[in-house]
């Protein structure tokens, strides 16, 4: 598991920057997911129709129905996250959103069969303890708004979904052609949506198509292709347990680049998720 750990741990890194970009593009949500996976796609689509044409076609031709079931709970995901982000603050729409071990454990369990070490389960244990420590600060400042919340909570049940179907995917799918064909899915979903409700694409100022740009470059094609990667070789709930670090590295960030102070528990919390996740890893792992 050596060699898996460090991709996954950049990927997490990568990821952490989305909410603050979120924050930078100021635009409206459906914008700035589809901005993000459109690009990403963009980027993919030459590449994977060099080297893994073939694949793709048959990931679209053999597997249609799982592929658009991916891409459509990605979409959901990035469309509802990104909404939650202008109702709440950036500690506590995250924190929500690190909800999905729990979720994909129990899925894991009673769909898949997959049995896990009693040490990873202690690992999500106090990795939620840190989330909650996190998100405590930003709901006692009053960003806790019932609807981001809500809004936040429905995109960790989306990406849940996405992962445990990914994990059934990935393991006959190689990463360029399955990542393709979800991120392309993803952004056509929500390039529909923009149409359909009328919302713009021009007349934003140059901050917002870079941050756009770099949500594309680092948390979509970093962070989410690591996740990817990861998925192939690792159960989707240690996927998720790692991601579980996206709190401390999105409240360090907002910390330098939105001056959001964090409080006396969001730092303990941060300490518990890394303590949390080297738990979940060195002790952790699958019983199958």
């Known amino acids: ?47 994977c129709l060099v080297s893994a044409r073939r694949e793709f076609v048959d990931l679209f031709r053999q597997r249609l129905r799982p592929v658009l ?45 997959e049995r896990l070490r009693r040490a990873t389960f202690a690992g999500m244990g106090v990795c939620l303890a840190g989330a909650v420590l996190i998100g405590y600060a930003g709901w006692r400042e009053g960003g806790s708004a019932l609807s981001g919340n809500a809004l936040a909570f429905l995109a960790a049940l989306a990406i849940s979904g996405y992962l445990l179907v990914g994990r059934r995917l990935r393991r006959t799918a190689n990463l360029l052609p399955y990542s393709t064909a979800v991120f392309s899915v993803a952004g056509a979903l929500l390039v529909m949506a923009l149409v359909a409700t009328g919302t713009g694409c021009g007349g934003y100022p140059s901050r917002t198509y870079a941050a756009v740009l770099a949500l594309a470059l ?28 996206e709190p401390v590295g999105a409240s360090i960030l907002a910390v330098v680049v939105l001056h959001e102070t964090p ?26």
């Open 1 to 47: 598991m050596s060699r898996k750990v460090p991709v996954l741990l950049a990927g997490v890194v990568a990821i952490s920057c989305a909410a603050v970009l979120v924050r930078l593009a100021g635009a409206p949500p459906l914008f700035v997911a589809a901005g993000r996976l459109v690009i990403a796609s963009l980027v993919l689509l030459p590449l």
């Open 69 to 113: 079931l991916a891409g459509a709970l990605l979409a959901a995901h990035f469309a509802l996250w990104i909404a939650s982000l202008s109702y709440t603050t950036v500690a506590s729409s995250v924190v929500l959103v690190t909800t999905t071990p729990f979720i994909v454990a129990l899925a894991s369990y009673f769909l898949f069969g």
């Open 218 to 245: 680092v948390p979509q094609l970093v962070g989410h292709m690591s996740l990817n990667w990861a998925l192939r070789f690792l159960p989707a709930t240690m996927v998720t347990v790692a991601v579980l670090g």
């Open 263 to 288: 409080a006396l528990p969001e730092i303990a919390g941060a300490a518990m998720i890394l303590a949390g996740i080297a738990l979940a890893f060195l002790r952790g792992g699958s019983d199958r």
